[in-house]
């Protein structure tokens, strides 16, 4: 509803550019100049109409959709973040818990070499802690996880070699994020091979798929990510007793370790521990 | 100096970055994830180039966590942690002023011609990001914190280590160039108000 046609009264002032305009709408111009362009203002709808597209520019801006962070930018950033992390708190700076975990990652890979894995074994960094190793289907052999579980900074020492039980590594609350998690056999791929001699299995129980996705069903009821299922999983001894620790992407961000006692099935899923990984 | 308390689950930034300087290994994740999407729009609306935008956000976020015990409380977390990440963008962008930049990711083959009625939010995101690009980046990175971002003039201010006044003096330059790049998507929007004729029509009338 603009009246004021472009006239004479208007004239009298000759119209601001747009900068000035636009300056003004800011609240940047000093009180002579603002108080002129107020004045031409009152009296030409042509100015005011320009004025208005400022707004509009406004207004877009502030609605424009977010940007959020892609998921392969955050993990590169956590990943950077982690390796300036110290191993533990006070301790030498100088290292990190990636430097120790790409230590242990290498020692694994050596490891699986002596057991005949030479193409099997590179190590991709899950965050800070956990190594998330990709399964080459044809070759791998469990032993090769089992035995990379040796603690990199000797805290708390998992002692797998010499229980009776040494076909499950064993981890505790201190030592669990250093757990090796197997990529690719939770997607329909099928178990591993395993050493002749026995030893121990990566899936455990769970190497049936329906009774692992009827525990997934149950883990996803207690723990609230359902973000998907887990990213993978491995058959160990936590604090003693048998149990499976379940690697979930809970956020673009943050994985979960999330460990269940190993008679985890549909209608019974007895949370052990959880633990956030980066 | 107000001094936060620690009652429930939410730690605030501050004490993230407190209990960070302290040897908590994941408070300064903590932050980050609480902050990440709105550091990354600023990173990536500033530079424009995802990779520069991600190593922008990458060094400028290590500098933070080896600098947080200098930080001071007379700024929020939240605007250290832009200024930082925002002075990192421009360096990037002074450094490599003469790379051309790339597009945002969003963007697919534009074909405005095809859709004269309504713009989807995507299109006139992209239309957008692409009339920025023209802009200065100082103009562009001001316009990104106060009118995209919702920060005040002081926390820009503040963020870009310039005066109140030449922030608003930027944002009022950029948007001032917007509406020029992008008035002709405002009036696919919405029809042209009636009584006003473009300038040029009211030269060519009796």
Redesign the interface.
């Given at each position: 509803m603009t009246s004021a046609p472009p006239g004479p009264s208007a004239a009298q002032t000759e119209h601001p550019d747009l900068d000035t305009l636009a300056d003004f709408d800011a609240g940047v111009l000093g009180p002579d100049e603002a108080g002129a362009v107020r004045g031409h203002l009152a009296g030409c709808a042509r100015c005011r109409q320009e004025l208005t597209g400022l707004d509009a520019v406004r207004s877009m801006l502030r609605d424009l959709p977010p940007v959020p962070m892609p998921p392969v930018v955050e993990d590169r950033i956590f990943a950077a973040i982690a390796a300036q992390r110290p191993v533990e708190a006070g301790g030498d700076p100088g290292r990190s818990d990636a430097v120790a975990d790409l230590a242990s990652a290498r020692r694994s890979r050596r490891r699986a070499r002596r057991y005949g894995l030479a193409a099997a074994g590179t190590a991709v960094l899950v965050g800070a802690a956990v190594t998330l190793v990709n399964l080459d289907r044809t070759t791998q052999r469990y032993s090769a996880t089992q035995q990379a579980n040796e603690p990199a900074t000797g805290a708390s020492a998992p002692s797998a070699a010499t229980e009776s039980r040494a076909e499950l590594p064993s981890f505790t609350r201190q030592t669990i994020k250093r757990v090796p998690i197997l990529a690719g056999v939770m997607n329909g791929a099928s178990e591993p091979n395993r050493p002749e001699g026995g030893g121990g299995s990566i899936l455990g129980p769970m190497a049936d798929q329906t009774r692992r996705l009827a525990c997934e069903g149950e883990i996803s009821r207690t723990v609230p990510f359902a973000d998907g299922p887990a990213l993978g999983v491995q058959y160990i001894r936590f604090e003693g007793e048998p149990a499976l620790v379940f690697l979930y992407r809970t956020s673009d961000t943050h994985r979960e370790l999330v460990v269940v006692g190993a008679d985890c099935s549909a209608g019974a899923a007895r949370l052990l521990y959880r633990v956030a990984v980066s | 100096m107000t001094g936060t308390p620690r009652t429930g689950a939410e730690r605030s930034d501050i004490d993230l970055l407190r209990a960070h300087v302290a040897?908590?290994?994941?408070a300064?994740?903590a932050l980050?994830?609480r902050h990440?999407?709105r550091?990354?729009?600023v990173a990536?609306?500033t530079v424009r180039d995802?990779e520069e935008?991600?190593d922008a956000?990458?060094d400028a976020?290590?500098s933070a966590?080896?600098a947080a015990g200098s930080f001071r409380a007379e700024s929020a977390v939240t605007t250290w942690l832009h200024r930082i990440v925002v002075n990192a963008c421009l360096d990037r962008v002074r450094r490599h002023a003469s790379h051309p930049t790339v597009a945002?990711?969003e963007t697919g083959p534009g074909e405005p011609a095809e859709r004269r009625d309504r713009l989807a939010?995507?299109d006139?995101?992209i239309v957008?990001a692409e009339a920025m690009a023209q802009l200065p980046v100082e103009q562009r990175a001001a316009?990104t914190l106060v009118?995209?971002q919702?920060f005040s003039v002081a926390e820009t201010a503040s963020m870009l280590g310039v005066a109140a006044?030449t922030v608003?003096?930027r944002?009022?330059?950029g948007?001032?160039r917007?509406?020029?790049l992008?008035?002709p998507?405002?009036n696919l929007d919405a029809p042209a108000?009636?009584?006003?004729a473009s300038?040029a029509a009211?030269e060519e009338a009796p």
């Open positions: - | 040897g908590d290994p994941w300064f994740d980050v994830r990440k999407d550091l990354w729009a990536l609306r995802p935008a991600a956000v990458q976020l290590i966590y080896r945002l990711p939010e995507q006139v995101a957008v316009l009118d995209i919702g006044g608003k003096s944002c009022a330059r948007r001032a917007l509406a020029v992008l008035g998507l405002r108000p009636v009584g006003t300038p009211r």
